[in-house]
């Protein structure tokens, strides 16, 4: 079949290429703004008929197969209402027509003069009303008015999207309620490589916003789109070459109220067109330099023969600082009329310097399940327990202040052409993009004693404590364990497409193409655990060695939890652990071993599809994709006994053929509905593909992979009304459907007994679930009310169910990552110099992983962010702003069964920037 499709493809290719279809002509054209900005999702219409087509990126346009003659051409745009030229085309030939919309076209509008972020706004709504398919579109300007560092931040902003977040930035997305692995993140439309090591996530935390001209989020993909995105896909699209010289530039300074330490923002764009403006360029850089941390306690419960109680309790104390570094560049040559050439590439670099203080009470099992406490309160206990201190951080020869170093970078590189043989549009590109994460010289060094006398104190859930019932004995817990590990992990993408456009009638085009995926994925990890030969000279207690008391009064979770005194990073940092005089190296197989893997995944698809027009209000695009996945996976399995490493392999090789139907009907230009039948898949997360094993003897905990793992599939129904309004608004309101086969899912199961590995094990593996159904509500509204003052708000609703999880049948269990309500609003004020918003977030709570019964689910909670910015225009190329970002001091928190249980939860308090922006234009 993938053969045959590929042969039709080709033969197809090659019989337009050879046959000159020159009996028609070609209109050509760039539609671009009074500052010589290009207008992207600009309509273009042949009056009288119902010929037409939409600006792309670049706001160029392009029609073809016209019959010679005289033509009126329209041009309209949401904000600047329409403008109409007069020209002629010859057979044979390509006629150029351009077109610039100023504000002179807008003068019966509500709005005489529009600020950048209407005018970013403006952009946006055009390119969603004018799209194929059901989408959301977000301007670099409106990027821009949101106090966001990040894409993952805005894209929070968007209706239907939440996001999971890390250290207090928005990092993992889910789309509609589904969990990360099921959607899809490109750029320029080429699927990003994930920098680590266990899932396909893209970091959205990697990426600064400023990066980004535009956000689309595709909620319905197109036959000719990678079929990836049961939930949707989030395509990054790059800024591309100006008409015109333009200079942009970002300085900020801030402070987080946490560290109380700055931060340092800087951007600059550059960007013209050379050589009688056959050549365009442009280059982007930006700097984030962020001093922060959070506040940390978790609990893990159980259910007790005296209760619930808890198993073990950590207070954790982080000290974080992250530096990102992106760069951009774009160029494009016009050979001549019809054909054009591409080469683009970003680079993003992040490193995270990391130390992390945490305080462990651990073996309370034995406490409860024997009765050996002491109830001095009521939910309060005194008992025994292991109470540990650990310090995490780095060698010193990598950083002064001794922290752990997580580097990741992704980059890519595509080169691309778009070819126009007159009846017959062409594009290509090839990519070659990488990502990786590396870890060197991770060190911890833990004090810990057993049989220590411990306060417990259940007696609010949500505020679970443990705690040493005398704190001076901190400094007296006894020598554990020291090590040192690196990480790395590489992901290699190696991309081709190739897509034809022809029309096969006035109202109708045929577009059909194939597309090449080469994915290298590799992770090597190693872990040394070392013992001080001379125990004594070295430091037996904590007290022995240099300590810091990391208590604050002001943590954030409560001032009851008072992490205490550790070993600092600094000698941490400064020991020669090579050093065999002074101490014996351990290289410990099973802690590293069965997570290291390679694997290879080759994807190649073709797809087919028709867009006609069948009358000037009515549209429908039909086609079918196919997509054919070969993986390799090899990973490690590690006898505990024996001491042994032994090597599995996992392969596997499927088909998938997915036809989708998009039906589009204008009842007025600015009035829409939609609907959408599609079909989509999501693949395994990469290691719980690999044939591994891996066991921890001190936990008694057991994970494996599964090579077997099928890849979900869902068959997507989307139905979505809008209305748009001249003065720059829109609303829109609209429902879906999904049913989803074979879901993966994480269980863990307790007192499990394998034959290697021992009894009373507890067990997590991945697993396929049976059928999961999701369904749900979208409503979104954009408008300028009154005087300057504007509403953006938007509501999501999704439900889902599940069958066919193992051991909990007849549970009504939703799917993992399915957020039941989402909501996002902003007020704002905008006049000429003016702009001031303030802006709400809010997603409830979702199950995020499944336990082996209900009682060990654990749960995402609920979040509501609050922002603000505002900035004042000094003129019209300079401005300064400020941000406020998380006022309410939103926590990331988990919960194990029920609300009032708290597993974690993480502190990060506000931050705030001030700064300044330009932009030079000719």
């Not at 996001?163 to 889910?174: H, K, L, P, S, Y």
């Not at 993909?221 to 800024?239: E, F, K, Q, W, Y």
């Not at 942009?248 to 931060?263: Q, R, V």
Request: proline share 3%.
């Amino acid at each position: 079949m993938k053969n045959q499709l590929l042969r039709a493809i080709t033969l197809i290719a090659a019989f337009c290429l050879s046959h000159q279809m020159l009996a028609q002509g070609v209109l050509r054209g760039r539609v671009i703004d009074a500052q010589n900005l290009s207008m992207p999702g600009a309509n273009v219409i042949l009056k009288g008929t119902t010929i037409g087509t939409i600006t792309n990126q670049t706001g160029d346009f392009s029609i073809v197969d016209l019959p010679a003659g005289s033509y009126e051409v329209e041009v309209s745009y949401l904000g600047y209402g329409s403008l109409i030229h007069d020209t002629e085309v010859e057979n044979g030939q390509t006629t150029i027509l351009n077109f610039k919309l100023d504000e002179t076209t807008i003068e019966s509008l509500e709005f005489v003069v529009m600020g950048d972020r209407l005018k970013g706004q403006a952009k946006a709504l055009n390119q969603q009303k004018n799209n194929a398919n059901i989408t959301n579109v977000v301007s670099s300007d409106q990027i821009g008015r949101f106090p966001d560092a990040n894409i993952g931040d805005a894209l929070k902003r968007i209706p239907g999207i939440t996001m999971q977040n890390d250290q207090g930035e928005a990092r993992n997305i889910i789309i509609r309620g589904l969990a990360p692995q099921l959607n899809s993140v490109t750029l320029n439309g080429e699927r990003l490589p994930s920098a680590e090591g266990d899932n396909r996530n893209v970091q959205m935390d990697l990426i600064p916003s400023d990066m980004i001209q535009t956000i689309e989020v595709n909620k319905a993909v197109l036959p000719s789109m990678d079929a990836d995105a049961i939930g949707g896909s989030v395509n990054l699209v790059t800024r591309q070459a100006p008409n015109a010289l333009r200079v942009s530039g970002t300085a900020a300074s801030g402070i987080n109220l946490l560290s109380n330490k700055p931060i340092w923002t800087g951007g600059l764009i550059i960007g013209k067109r050379f050589f009688n403006d056959k050549l365009g360029a442009i280059f982007s850089g930006s700097y984030n330099n962020h001093n922060f941390g959070s506040d940390n306690v978790e609990a893990t419960w159980y259910e007790s023969e005296n209760g619930v109680a808890l198993e073990d309790f950590e207070i954790r104390e982080y000290q974080v600082q992250r530096v990102r570094r992106s760069a951009s560049a774009a160029f494009d040559y016009q050979l001549n009329d019809s054909h054009t050439l591409f080469l683009s590439g970003m680079y993003n670099h992040r490193d995270d310097w990391e130390n992390r203080f945490a305080m462990q009470v651990s073996e309370l099992d034995d406490m409860f399940d024997e009765g050996d406490f002491t109830e001095i309160s009521s939910g309060k206990f005194n008992g025994t327990g292991r109470v540990e201190y650990q310090t995490k951080g780095g060698s010193d020869d990598k950083r002064n202040d001794n922290a752990r170093l997580e580097d990741q970078r992704v980059y890519n590189v595509t080169l691309g052409g778009d070819h126009l043989f007159n009846k017959l549009k062409m594009d290509w590109n090839v990519t070659y993009a990488r990502a990786s994460e590396t870890r060197p010289y991770e060190r911890y060094i833990a004090y810990r004693s057993s049989g220590q006398a411990v306060e417990v104190d259940l007696s609010n859930s949500r505020k679970p404590f443990a705690y040493l019932q005398n704190p001076a004995d901190n400094l007296n817990m006894e020598f554990n364990s020291m090590s040192e590990e690196r990480g790395f992990t590489f992901d290699q993408d190696m991309n081709a497409k190739l897509d034809f456009k022809l029309p096969y009638s006035p109202k109708g085009i045929l577009q059909f193409g194939g597309r090449y995926r080469g994915k290298v994925k590799e992770r090597d990890n190693n872990y040394f655990e070392y013992e001080p030969l001379d125990e004594d000279a070295f430091g037996a207690t904590l007290g022995d060695v240099p300590t810091r008391d990391y208590s604050n009064p002001d943590f954030l979770a409560g001032s009851q939890y008072q992490v205490g005194s550790f070993a600092t990073p600094e000698f941490l940092g400064s020991i020669n652990l090579k050093d065999a005089n002074q101490f014996e190296e351990s290289d410990l197989l099973e802690e590293y071993i069965p997570g290291n893997y390679d694997a290879t995944e080759t994807i190649t698809a073709a797809y087919l599809m028709a867009d006609h027009q069948f009358t000037e209000k009515f549209s429908a695009i039909a086609g079918l994709r196919f997509e054919h996945t070969a993986i390799d996976y090899n990973g490690n399995v590690f006898d505990i006994d024996n001491e042994e490493v032994s090597s599995a392999e996992g392969t596997q090789q499927y088909s998938n053929l997915m036809p989708g139907v998009h039906l589009k009907y204008d009842f007025t230009p600015n009035s829409i509905l939609r609907f959408a039948w599609t079909n989509t898949i999501a693949r395994p997360n990469y290691f719980d593909l690999v044939p591994y094993a891996e066991f921890s003897p001190e936990d008694q905990e057991l994970s494996r992979g599964n090579p077997n793992l099928k890849a979900t599939t869902a068959m997507n129904f989307d139905v979505m009304g809008e209305q748009y309004f001249d003065n720059i608004g829109l609303f829109s309101f609209g429902g879906f459907y999904k049913n989803l086969d074979d879901f993966v899912y994480t269980i863990t199961s307790q007192s499990y007994n394998d034959p290697v590995f021992g009894e009373d094990l507890q067990y997590s593996r991945p697993e396929n679930g049976g059928t999961a159904n999701i369904y749900g509500l979208e409503a979104s509204i954009q408008r300028q009310l009154w005087k300057g003052f504007g509403i953006y708000m938007n509501y999501t609703f999704t439900k889902s169910s599940t069958t066919g999880i193992e051991g909990r049948d007849g549970e009504d269990i939703e799917l993992p990552g399915t957020a039941d309500n989402m909501f996002n609003a902003s007020l704002s004020y905008e006049n000429e110099r003016l702009v001031v918003r303030v802006s709400l977030n809010y997603a409830s709570d979702y199950l995020d992983e499944l336990g082996g019964d209900a009682f060990e689910d654990r749960y995402y909670d609920k979040q509501t962010f609050l922002d603000v910015n505002a900035s004042y225009a000094i003129n019209p190329k300079w401005r300064v702003f400020f941000e406020g970002n998380n006022l309410t001091n939103q926590p990331l928190r988990y919960y194990q069964g029920i609300s009032s249980r708290t597993m974690q939860m993480e502190y990060y308090n506000a931050r705030l920037n001030f700064g300044l922006k330009f932009d030079l234009f000719e």
